[in-house]
């Protein structure tokens, strides 16, 4: 069965890098756009990144861009997000999906996409 594994949060000072990866199995990533999200304490779910299938064009949010990269690595089946210069305010559980196809359209919306991890807690706290 289709199965999205997140994994790589932790605690980080401000200024500091993490990367997340997600694991995929019971699909090929190859196939399709893999989006990545995070969920703050009290607020909704916000879009962070897309790479689409194939093409793999990437697409950030504005309070990311710059900063993140999302990545995928078809052969290890798994996609990534490197978080460079964290800040306080990127503290969530971030949460990889995948969409229905190959591309971004829509990326932000959550009902775009249909199976999710379990999420990872990301903590920038000085």
């Known amino acids: 069965q289709v199965q999205l594994v997140e994994s790589g949060g932790g605690l980080v000072q401000p200024g500091g890098s993490l990367r997340l990866s997600c694991a995929a199995s019971?699909?090929?990533?190859?196939?399709?756009?893999i989006g990545w999200f995070r969920q703050a304490p009290g607020k909704a779910r916000e879009g962070v990144s897309c790479?689409?299938?194939?093409?793999?064009?990437?697409y950030y949010a504005d309070s990311v861009r710059g900063r993140f990269t999302i990545l995928r690595d078809n052969v290890k089946n798994t996609a990534y997000l490197q978080m460079n210069s964290l800040k306080l305010e990127d503290t969530a559980v971030y949460y990889c999906?995948?969409?229905?196809?190959?591309?971004?359209?829509?990326?932000?919306?959550?009902?775009?996409?249909?199976?999710w991890g379990q999420g990872t807690q990301v903590t920038v706290s000085s």
């Open positions: 019971g699909f090929t990533l190859d196939d399709y756009a």
């Open positions: 790479i689409s299938s194939t093409v793999g064009s990437t």
């Open positions: 999906a995948r969409p229905r196809g190959r591309s971004c359209f829509n990326w932000g919306s959550p009902s775009r996409y249909d199976y």
